[in-house]
C-alpha cells in the first residue's frame, strides 16, 4: 500500500521530483567543490603547483601569489552564492511539492467521502473524515517529503564519504565508526518517536471528538450545569495531548544534543587519530574536518527525515486504508433514467450493526402514487424512506425501478439523485448564504429564488434588506424550526422530480401554514410524480391512495377510503 502511494505520488509530482533529483545531483558537488577551494587557499604548496602549471600552461609568469588567492577567493565566492542560490530553488520546490501533495490527498478524501455509498458512511466517524482531511494528509505529505529528504541526504553523505576516504582513509573508516556508534546510542530514540507517532493519532482523535461533542452540547451543558464536568473531561484529552508534543520535542532534542555532543567528541577523536598517524599534515586535516562538519549536518538531516517517517508512517498507513474502504465501496454504474416511473420492493431487510431496523419488506409503488408512512418514532420510517430512494441499499432482497430494469444496489446513487427530491427533519443546513444554499449552482435568477421562496411561504424573508445574502447560521439556527423546514422544503420549486420523500418535512410549523405549503407542493407536482411521506399525524392538503404503518421495522397497510 505504501509503495503505491509511493509510487502514484511520484507520478503525480514528476517534474518537481526531477527538479528535485537534479538539485540533489549538483548541491553535494558544489558543496565539495567549495571545501577544495577552502583548501586550495589554505595551502601554500598547492597555490605553488597552480602557479607552476599555469606557467608550463600559457607561459605568462607575472602571476603573483597575492592574484592566485584572490582568483582562488573569487571562484569560492562564485561557487558559493551558486550552491545558496540551488539551495534555496530546492527548499521552494519542495515546500510546493509538499502542499502539493497535502492538498491533492485532501481533495481525494473529501471526493471519495461524497462519492461512497450511504451504508459505509453509516460506519464513518465525521470527525475522523474531518481528521483525515486537515491532519491525516498533511502527515502523508510529510512522510513522502521526508522520503525524499532521506534519500537526498544519503546520496550526500556517501559523496562526502569518498571525498574524504581520498583525502585520508584511515580517519575516514574512523569517523565512520564513530557515526555508527552515534546511529547505536540513538536507536532507542528512534523507537520512542515511533511510539510517540502512534500516540498522537489516538490522542488527535480523541481531543478532535471531545471537543466537538462538548460544544455541540452547550445547550445541555447550560441548562444541567456541567461546565466543570465538561471542563474537566476536556483538560484530561488536552493533558494527554500535552504529554505526546512533550514526548516528542524532548526525544527530539535528545536525539540532536546526543548527535552533537558525539559529534563534537567525534571531532576531538579524529584530531588525535590524525597526530598519531603523523601522515596528515595541517591543511588535510582542516579539509577533512570541513567535510566531516557537512557529513554533520547531512547526517542530522537524515535522522530528522527518518524521525519524520516514523512519526508520519501510522498516520499515513491509517489514511490509505480509509482511502482503499471509501473507493472500494463506491457505487460505479451509471444508468439513465427520463424518470421514475414505480418502485418494486422485493423482501427487503436492513440492518444497523447487526440491528435489524426494516424487515422483509415487500410492496410496490406505482406512479402517481402518494403515500403516507405512519408509525412511532425509531420504528424504521426514515430508514425505509433511504432504502426506496436508493440512498441506502439493503443487506437482504432487491429494490427496483421502472419494472425491474436496475436495482438500487448497482446502481450509483447519482443515477436516481436527480429524480429525486428528498426533505427530512433532521437534514443538516449549513451556516452560507440563502443564495448559495438555493442556488449552489448560480443558474437562477433573483425573481425565481424569490418565487421559490412564495411558494414556501417565506414571504417575511424577502422583506428583509440584502435578503439573498443574509446566512442561515449553524444548521439554520438564525431562524425559527418552522422557518428552518420550509427552507429545507422551498428547493423543490425549482426541481420537477418524479420522486419527492418527505420525512417528517412539515414538523415544528403550525396547522395553516402546513397546510398551504403543502397545497402548494401538491400543485407544483406533476400528476404522475409519486410523492412519499412519513409523519406521525395525517398531513393535510394532500389526498394519500395508499397509508402504511411502520412498526419494529415491519409495514402494513392501512385501508384508505377514496
Known amino acids: 500500500m505504501i509503495f503505491q502511494f509511493i509510487k502514484n505520488i511520484t507520478w503525480a509530482n514528476r517534474k518537481h521530483v526531477v527538479y528535485i533529483l537534479i538539485l540533489n545531483t549538483i548541491v553535494p558537488p558544489l558543496e565539495i567543490a567549495i571545501l577544495a577551494l577552502i583548501y586550495l587557499l589554505l595551502s601554500k604548496s598547492q597555490i605553488d603547483t597552480i602557479k607552476t602549471q599555469l606557467l608550463n600552461l600559457f607561459e605568462y609568469p607575472g602571476l603573483t601569489h597575492l592574484q592566485v588567492i584572490s582568483v582562488l ?69 510529510v512522510y513522502y517529503i ?8 544519503i546520496f550526500a553523505v556517501i559523496l562526502l564519504t569518498a571525498t574524504a576516504i581520498v583525502s585520508s582513509w584511515q580517519i ?85 544534543i546526543l548527535s552533537d555532543a558525539f559529534s563534537l567528541l567525534s571531532l576531538g577523536i579524529i584530531a588525535f587519530i590524525a597526530i598519531l598517524l603523523g601522515t596528515v599534515n595541517l591543511e588535510t586535516l582542516l579539509l577533512l574536518i570541513l567535510i566531516f562538519n557537512r557529513l554533520r549536518s547531512y547526517a542530522n538531516e537524515c535522522q530528522v527525515s527518518w524521525v519524520n517517517i516514523k512519526e508520519n508512517y501510522e498516520s499515513t498507513t491509517t489514511l490509505l486504508s480509509t482511502l482503499d474502504t471509501m473507493t472500494s465501496n463506491e457505487r460505479t454504474e451509471l444508468f439513465e433514467f427520463n424518470r421514475i416511473e414505480n418502485i418494486q420492493i422485493h423482501n427487503v431487510s436492513f440492518s444497523y450493526d447487526q440491528t435489524p431496523i426494516i424487515n422483509s419488506i415487500t410492496t410496490d409503488v406505482c406512479e402517481g402514487d402518494k403515500i403516507l408512512i405512519q408509525g412511532p418514532s425509531g420504528q424504521g420510517k426514515s430508514t425505509l424512506l433511504k432504502l426506496l430512494s436508493g440512498y441506502y441499499t439493503p443487506d437482504k432482497g432487491t429494490i427496483s425501478y421502472n419494472n425491474d430494469i436496475k436495482t438500487t444496489d448497482s446502481l450509483s446513487f447519482k443515477s436516481v439523485a436527480n429524480h429525486i427530491f428528498y426533505a427530512a427533519n433532521d437534514m443538516y443546513v449549513p451556516n452560507i448564504p440563502i443564495r448559495d444554499y438555493l442556488d ?17 411561504c417565506l414571504t417575511e424573508l424577502i422583506t428583509e434588506k440584502h435578503w439573498l445574502s443574509q446566512t ?16 429545507l422544503l422551498s428547493r423543490l420549486f425549482s426541481r420537477n422530480p418524479s420522486l419527492i420523500i418527505l420525512d417528517e418535512a412539515t414538523t ?18 406533476d400528476s404522475s410524480s409519486i410523492l412519499i411521506a412519513s409523519s406521525h399525524n395525517t398531513l393535510p392538503a394532500i389526498k394519500f391512495n395508499k397509508i402504511y404503518e411502520v412498526s419494529s421495522g415491519n409495514l402494513a397497510e392501512i385501508t384508505v377510503d377514496l
Not at 574512523?174 to 528512534?190: K, P
Not at 449552489?440 to 414556501?456: D, F, V
Not at 442561515?472 to 427552507?487: K, P, V, Y
Open 73 to 141: 577567493f573569487g571562484l569560492t565566492l562564485v561557487t558559493i552564492l551558486a550552491w545558496a542560490f540551488l539551495k534555496r530553488i530546492k527548499a521552494q520546490i519542495l515546500t510546493t511539492t509538499r502542499y502539493n501533495i497535502y492538498e491533492s490527498l485532501a481533495a481525494k478524501v473529501t471526493e471519495s467521502y461524497f462519492e461512497t455509498s450511504a451504508n459505509s458512511q453509516l460506519h464513518q466517524n465525521t470527525e475522523e473524515i474531518t481528521n483525515m482531511v486537515i491532519r491525516r494528509s498533511e502527515s502523508a505529505s
Open 146 to 153: 521526508s522520503l525524499i529528504g532521506l534519500v537526498s541526504s
Open 172 to 256: 575516514t573508516i574512523a569517523a565512520m565508526i564513530l557515526a555508527v556508534v552515534s546511529v547505536i546510542i540513538n536507536y532507542r530514540n528512534f523507537r520512542i518517536i515511533g511510539v510517540i507517532g502512534t500516540e498522537k493519532i489516538q490522542v488527535t482523535d480523541d481531543l478532535l471528538k471531545e471537543l466537538t461533542q462538548n460544544i455541540r452540547s452547550f445547550i445541555w451543558v447550560k441548562f444541567d450545569g456541567l461546565e466543570k464536568v465538561t471542563s474537566g473531561k476536556i483538560k484530561k484529552v488536552l493533558h494527554l495531548d500535552w504529554e505526546w508534543k512533550v514526548n516528542k520535542i524532548v526525544t527530539t532534542h535528545t536525539v540532536t
Open 440 to 456: 449552489p449552482n448560480g443558474t437562477l435568477t433573483q425573481e425565481e429564488i424569490k418565487s421559490m421562496l412564495n411558494n414556501a
Open 472 to 487: 442561515l447560521g449553524d444548521d439554520a439556527n438564525n431562524f425559527s424550526l418552522g422557518q428552518r423546514q420550509r427552507i
Open 508 to 525: 415544528h410549523m403550525d396547522h395553516d401554514i402546513e397546510t398551504q405549503i403543502l397545497a402548494n407542493i401538491h400543485n407544483h407536482l
